[in-house]
């Protein structure tokens, strides 16, 4: 297998763990109670999806444990289904539990997930596979990068709801928005362009980057650089764009406030990129 790992997150999980738990601790009574921009979920309940997060993981990815089984699921809308029930059920159980005991689960789950996810061998076949990315099978590397985007986000959902800064900073937000990116290709795979057309989407702001879509004979491919000018060009703030690609805010709530310089249609299927199972 190849030696380069296009997005290495593992070092990343055990320093974005830390900074969740000085938020969480952070936090005052009424901040638990803040509404986010998942419209479903108060600043607690996302914290209690993060702790579902680790113990799914421990028990379903390191121990083989599903004590849920997927019945009766064949699209990917039934999964996308299926798995925002379990979501749900989940949130509502722990209503009943404290801040104060959520913050203790965390800290009895968060280094044992880090730990897990460091053992991996990057280019083993993933036990999911990255969907949202048009992926049937993926390599562990890629299905982390996915993990990691979801604590990222996640993080960054009680960060906007509290004013809290600390993740927005190159370290943690280029590797999650580069993951975030490679749904670009799959968004764009039922697009017809002439061969050779480009698509060049910016996050602009104090963080961000440039990606590049190319049409080529059968297929969309993200490429490292270009030599012709684009056929459009999409900008989009950075404070914006990682509730877009996540459905906390949607295209049309954001047309105002981005920039597409060229054909407006082509851009605008930019803003149509989903990066979570929603």
Known sequence: MPEHIPIDVRHLFKSLDELLLELLESLTDDEWDLQTVAI???????????????LRTLSMQRDG?????????????????WLNRLNADWVKATHRISPGVLIQLHKATGNLVS????????????????????????????HLAREYTEKWHHQQQIRDATDR????IPQFFDP???TFFLALPHTFSKVKAPLGTIVTAKV??????EWYLLKEEDRWTVISEIEDS???IVDIPDHLSWKLFSKGVSPAEVKNLVKITGDQKLGGKVLEMVSVMA
């Open 230 to 232: 684009a056929t459009v």
């Open 40 to 54: 479903k979920w108060k600043v607690k309940d996302v914290v209690s999806h993060l702790l579902d997060g680790n």
């Open 65 to 81: 444990y599903f004590g849920e089984k997927l019945v009766g699921v064949h699209d990917f809308q039934q999964l996308v289904n």
């Open 176 to 178: 999650f928005i580069n």
């Open 115 to 142: 730990e897990y996810y460091a053992s991996l061998d990057p280019w083993d076949e993933a036990v999911f596979a990255v969907d949202w990315a048009g992926e049937a099978t993926s390599y562990n590397w890629m």
């Open 165 to 168: 800064a600390g993740i927005m």
């Open 204 to 209: 602009t702001g104090e963080v961000g980057g």
